[in-house]
């Protein structure tokens, strides 16, 4: 005989991806879910934004074939991969402004062999740039890497990392800086090693397929906070916007509930599914979730910048990402996978002094940069900049240390979101394992309860 849980009532606070990954998962499993957002809509740091005509997202997304977790959501929300997400294999083309040219292209080959030969045919770096870099990939294959990978606290930079491998400044610059950015949208000198070896790991050294750069051809809105909504509902569920939680409840170490100002809403656990900088103000008054709030008092933020520029629709880039180097503009993906012709997305990940700029003077910078990277385009109709101040925590040496665990030491209190325990960067992928591990753990709890 099956056992009989007891599956109490479940508050999920935030409708980010990992509020809305732990409310699908607990609602697949019979829990009767109410998740609260403060915003107007759900999708936190991954949502749809209106730019003209077009549905766009607060910052281009770009997921990889090594999202396990993410894609599993999908599946079961019914999402098809096909008409929903772009697929293709690893081709970068990295134009730099002094002229040269760069790309890495993985073959379709098994792993490790689609990267060491994808490494030695890369085009733009010498023989011995080659050779260093296919030396690195073969010790992260084999796990040789061992300084800044976490163990026994030697965290480090990655560019201190990248020296001690003997990278050369054209695979520091050309190779391992873009990627470095992207991934973390912390800066070489600043980002984790550790961090950034498993990220490597896991995308290069595992199934081939892992290193797929995956596209959204919908908005991300649509992608998944629109299906998961309906799944939560369709599951009993219930979904309230504009509902900013202002305190937690608790009694005797057990949790009863939140406020949302003087509205209770009564629950047997509560999640916390928002950022640490959100966290804070609930954890703080609770002398039990002093380590907590002490952990997350260490946390810092990064900015990602998306410039959109509407191009008269023949406009078109060779290939559907293209990363600069030397330029204030990092990457540009073509929208027209997105049936957006014309329309590119530019992206500037991590701190710098663009940020300074006023959208205005940094439309402009981002305008010319395009301009001359592709003389044969045509002026611009439009564009629009989003300035996402907070966009990721800063994947630093040593953070891994400040991500606390799921479960708090307040009974029936969780935590989810990208920030907390894993080996990854704030990314999708992060929030919605975090997010899944929170249910499992709250159905786990109460398993246990019932034995
Ligand atoms: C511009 C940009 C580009 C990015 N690019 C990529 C990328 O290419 N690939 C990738 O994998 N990741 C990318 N990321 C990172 C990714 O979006 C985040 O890691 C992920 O969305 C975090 O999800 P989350 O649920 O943990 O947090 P959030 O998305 O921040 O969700 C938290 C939610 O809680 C709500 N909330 C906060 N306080 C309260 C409260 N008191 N009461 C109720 N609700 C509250 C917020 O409104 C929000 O909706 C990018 C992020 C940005 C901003």
């Not at 890369?122 to 690195?136: E, H, I, Q």
Request: glycine share 8%.
């Amino acid at each position: 005989m099956p056992k009989q849980v007891n599956k109490k009532s479940v508050v999920v606070v935030g409708g980010g991806w990992a509020g809305l990954s732990c409310a699908v998962e607990l609602s697949r499993i019979g829990y009767p879910v109410t998740l609260l957002e403060s915003a107007r809509q759900l999708g936190g740091r991954a949502r749809r934004v209106a730019f003209n005509d077009y549905a766009v997202d607060n910052g281009q997304h770009v997921l990889l074939g090594a999202y396990r977790h993410t894609l599993a959501l999908f599946n079961i929300l019914g999402i098809s991969l096909n008409d929903k997400l772009i697929r293709q294999s690893l081709n970068l083309h990295l134009l730099s402004t002094d002229g040269n040219k760069y790309n890495l292209h993985l073959p379709a080959l098994i792993t490790p062999l689609n990267l060491f030969i994808g490494l030695l045919r890369a085009k733009g770096f010498t023989l011995y740039d080659r050779w260093r870099a296919l030396v690195f990939g073969f010790k992260l294959f084999v796990n040789a890497i061992t300084a800044g990978t976490g163990k026994g606290n030697d965290d480090i930079s990655v560019i201190d990392l990248l020296k001690k491998e003997k990278q050369t400044l054209t695979n520091i610059r050309a190779l391992w800086e873009p990627i470095c950015l992207a991934s973390l949208n912390t800066t070489i000198d600043e980002a984790s090693a550790s961090i950034f070896v498993r990220v490597l790991h896991d995308t290069f050294c595992r199934a081939q397929s892992d290193a797929d750069l995956i596209l959204p051809s919908i908005d991300l809105g649509a992608l998944l906070p629109d299906p998961a909504l309906d799944y939560i509902e369709q599951h009993g569920g219930n979904v309230h916007l504009s509902k900013r939680v202002t305190d937690i409840t608790v009694q005797q170490r057990h949790v009863t509930g939140i406020l949302c100002d003087s509205e209770a809403f009564p629950a047997g656990h509560v999640v916390l599914a928002i950022p640490p900088h959100a966290c804070m103000p609930l954890v703080k008054n609770h002398p039990a979730l002093h380590d907590i709030a002490y952990n997350l008092s260490g946390f810092s933020y990064n900015p990602i910048v998306t410039v959109y520029i509407k191009y008269p629709k023949s406009v078109k880039l060779d290939q559907p990402v293209q990363a600069l180097i030397g330029t204030t503009s990092q990457w540009v993906i073509d929208r027209r996978l997105a049936g957006q012709p014309g329309l590119m997305a530019v992206v500037i990940s991590g701190p710098g002094p663009h940020m300074e700029q006023d959208n205005d003077t940094l439309r402009n910078t981002v305008e010319g940069e395009l301009a001359e990277c592709f003389p044969h385009w045509p002026r611009p109709d439009d564009a629009m900049v989003i300035k996402e101040k907070r966009a990721t925590f800063s994947s630093r040496v040593g953070v891994n240390a400040l991500r606390p665990d799921n479960n708090t030491s307040i009974n029936g209190l969780w935590l989810a979101g990208d920030y907390t325990k894993s080996a990854y960067p704030a990314t999708l992928e992060a929030a919605v394992i975090s997010g899944r591990y929170t249910a499992e753990l709250i159905h786990q709890n109460d398993l246990n309860k019932t034995d």
